[in-house]
C-alpha cells in the first residue's frame, strides 16, 4: 500500500470551470478555484516541512487529505484501490460534543452531552430501539435522561466519544464500569475490548488488583471467558487475593467455593485462615458497626470457619489462633478445634464428625509440602536438554510423621525429547528402530521404593503478567505407585511452542530467562 496523491485532478477541475463557467457563475466559481489553490498550496507547504507518507499531520483542524489516502498498487486492467477512510474517521470524530448537526441531548446526572441519533443508533440496537421506535417516547424528544450508576457516569464521557472516534483509554479502575456501560447499551465491540483488556491484564500489583470484583460482574453478566481466567488466577494464587482490597468485596457463596476446594494453592492452611479472619471482621464491621453481634452473624461465621481445615495447621500456628480476634467471639469453637487438631499431629486416631476433607491437605507452597526447580538461562539450553531432582515429601501431615518421608526423583524435559535410533536384538533377527523428537515439555516423576504409594501430584508453572510473577498454571493427577509402577509421566505441562519462544510469559526473574516449576506431592 502506498500514500499521497498528485493535485493534477485538482488543476484539471480548475481549468474545467475556467472554460465551461457561464459568467454570472463566475463570481462564485472564482471563489471555488481560489480555496481549491489554497488547499493544493497548503499541502505542498506541509509536504515541504516534511509531511512524510503514512503522516498524520494536520491542517489546522483538518488532516492532510493527501497523506492519509491508502492506495493499493495500480494496475492497467484493475485499476487501483484508493481507501480515505481514516478522513472519514476523522470528520466523524469531529461530531463529537459538536452542536454542529446534532440532534439530541443526553443528560447523565449532572453532565450533559450534545450527540448525534445516527451515530449513536449505529453503534447500540439499544440505542437504536429508544431513539426510533415509535414506542418508545424518547424517539418523540431530542433530550434523552440516563440514570447510571456512579461509576459509570463517572466514565460516561469516555464510552460516549468512543461510539465517534473508535478509541479509549482503559485502566484497571475504569475498564469494569465501562464493560457495564457496553453491556447495558450493547456496544458489542467495546464489550470485546474490556474483556479482552481483562483477560490482558489481570494479573496486577496488590493495590491495583480487582480480579474478586471482575469475577463477580462476569459470572452474572454471562462473560464465561473473563469468568474463567479469573477464576483460575484466584484458586491458583489465592495468597494475593487476601492481600488485595478488592477481597473484601468477594462475596460468601464464592468464599465458600473457594474454601472447599482442595485444588487451592495456598502458602498454608493457617494462612488461608487468616484470610477468612479478615473477610469475617470486615464483614462484621459493616454490619454491625457499633460492636456488637447478631446470632446471624454467628452463624454465617461459623458456616466460613467450619471449612477451614484445622488440622493441616501445624502446631506452631495453632499456639496463635487465641491472639486472633476471632477468638474474643467463638472462644469455646476455638479451643475445639485446637484440641482437635493437637490430638491429629500426636497421632491419635481421626474423630468422628470431621469431614474426611479436613485430613487432607491442600496445595501448600510452603517448604514443607513443595519443592521448587529453576531453570536459568533457559534460551541458551540446547535441545533436548534434560534437568534431574532428587526431593522428599511429607507421607502425612501429621507432625507425629515428620520423620518419614518419601524419596523421588524428578526429570524435567523443557527443550522436547530425543529418542536416539537404537537397535532391539532378537533371538532369530535384529529390529531398527528409528529415532524420533517429540516437541513436549515432559515431566517424569519417579520413585525406587517398591511400597504402595497412593498420591496426589501438582505442578505449578510460573509465568510473568505485566512485570508479576504468578502461577498461571496447575497439572493435577492422581497417581499409584507400586513395586509394578514406579515411574509417572505428565506430558505437555505447558505448550512447547509458548515456552521455547522469544519473550514467552513462562519465563521469569531479573533477565526473563528463568522457566520455574513447582511440585506438590499430596498422600491419599
Known sequence: MSYCMSMECEKSAVRYTDVFTPPKLKRQTDSMSTSATSIKDTCSHVREEGCNQGGTETHGSHPCYTCHTVKSEFDHEHGQHVDNSLIL??????????HDLSDILISVSDKQFHAHKLILSSSSDVFRVMLYNPS???????????????????????????MYTG????????????????????VCDLRAVCIQYMCEHLVSTTEHN???????????????????????????NFHKIINCKDFFQMSGAILLKYLVSSELVIPDEFTLFKGVSYWLLHQKDMLFPNGSIHNDFRNMALEFLSNVR??????????????????????DYFMERMLLSLNYHLGNEYTLGVPASHWQPRNYTN???????????????????????????????????ENRCWEWSLDLFPKGIHFERCVMIGLWRNLEICGTVYNNVRLVLTTKQPDVRKVDVAIL??????????????????????????????DNIVPFDELNCEDSDYLSGPQNDTFKVTIIIKPV
Request: charge should be negative.
Open 367 to 401: 517448604e514443607i509440602w513443595s519443592t521448587s526447580l529453576s531453570i536459568d538461562n533457559f534460551m541458551a539450553l540446547p535441545l533436548h536438554d534434560v534437568h534431574l531432582m532428587f526431593f522428599s515429601s511429607p507421607v502425612s501431615a501429621s507432625q507425629a510423621d
Open 167 to 186: 478509541g479509549i483509554h482503559l485502566t484497571h479502575y475504569t475498564v469494569l464500569p465501562i464493560l457495564m456501560l457496553a453491556d447495558k447499551y450493547n
Open 89 to 98: 474517521l476523522h470528520k466523524i470524530s469531529q461530531l463529537y460534543q459538536s
Open 136 to 162: 418508545w417516547p424518547e424517539s418523540r424528544t431530542n433530550q434523552l435522561m440516563l440514570k447510571e450508576e456512579q461509576e459509570c457516569v463517572d466514565v460516561f464521557e469516555d464510552f460516549l466519544k468512543y
Open 310 to 331: 484445622f488440622p493441616m495447621i501445624g502446631p506452631i500456628h495453632l499456639s496463635q489462633l487465641k491472639q486472633d480476634p476471632l477468638n474474643e467471639y467463638f472462644m
Open 210 to 236: 480487582h480480579a474478586i470484583s471482575w469475577l463477580q460482574y462476569a459470572q452474572t453478566g454471562g462473560h464465561e471467558r473473563l469468568a474463567a481466567h479469573c477464576h483460575q488466577f484466584i484458586m491458583y
Open 461 to 490: 508453572v510460573r509465568a510473568v503478567q505485566d512485570s508479576v510473577e504468578y502461577v498461571k498454571q496447575v497439572i493435577q493427577k492422581h497417581c499409584i505407585f507400586d513395586k509394578d509402577k514406579q515411574m509417572c509421566h505428565f
